[in-house]
């Protein structure tokens, strides 16, 4: 089993709509969730985090978290071109603090 | 505020020859990693440092890769000999240190493509 995990896509949504993009993970200890975006040939940048069972909301952005179930996940709300890119979940180790990657959904957002 | 900046940004090698990649972290970042990104794949961590101290180095493949940061600032990485298996792309990235590790952010370089032939 994967450390983190996160369908590799392409989901594809009409601009406007809502995406939902879905991490699960391993590890019960996990302290903190991130949540990054990366552009083709780009370096990943932080969309947010969030380390609190529930919402956590940032402009169209939103994390949630359920520890319970071990499971993380970003909606975005009215989706834009601008937002196509691969969406990577990133889980704090408990142990080290390192983070530990999933292998990114890739979003398209169609015009 | 300057960002992470990593060099070269590119590098085409041969495989068996080495490499080194160099990398600056933000002004007063006393955390530095180094991610190796395999297309397709979610970064992987290769090493930790805080401050010129290494934290983690568990998945550093050691026979061929070694790292340091002497001065506890800028780093360098290197792959000696390299295989096919390390074209990837290669990134920096640094991080404030806050007496915890929960909401610590991590900014990322632009990162250093290599390809192996």
């Known amino acids: 089993q994967k450390e983190v995990e996160q369908n590799s896509g392409p989901l594809s949504v009409p601009e406007g709509a809502i995406a939902s993009l879905n991490c699960t993970y391993s590890d019960r200890g996990s302290q903190s969730f991130f949540w990054y975006r990366q552009y083709s040939g780009k370096s990943p940048e932080l969309i947010m985090f969030?380390?609190?069972?529930g919402d956590k909301e940032d402009g169209r952005f939103t994390a949630q978290l359920n520890k319970a179930s071990q499971y993380v996940s970003l909606l975005i709300r009215d989706s834009q071109p601008s937002d196509s890119a691969t969406y990577l979940c990133a889980v704090r180790s408990s142990n080290t603090g390192k983070l530990i990657f999933g292998q990114g959904t890739t979003l398209q957002v169609k015009p | 505020e300057a960002g992470v900046a990593q060099s070269p940004r590119y590098k085409i090698i041969e495989k068996r020859q080495s490499v080194a990649f160099w990398c600056n972290p933000i002004s007063g970042h006393a955390t530095l990693y180094w991610y190796q990104q395999i297309l397709g794949q979610g970064p992987k961590l290769l090493i930790q440092?805080?401050?010129?101290?290494?934290?983690?180095d568990s998945q550093l493949p050691k026979d061929r890769f070694s790292a340091e940061r002497l001065k506890g600032v800028d780093s360098t990485l290197k792959i000696q000999p390299a295989k096919l298996e390390d074209s990837a792309v290669y990134l920096c990235a640094s991080s404030l240190w806050t007496g915890n590790y929960v909401n610590n952010e991590q900014f990322f370089g632009p990162g250093t493509r290599l390809t192996v032939l």
């Open positions: 440092f805080q401050n010129n101290g290494v934290v983690d």
């Open positions: 969030i380390y609190s069972n």
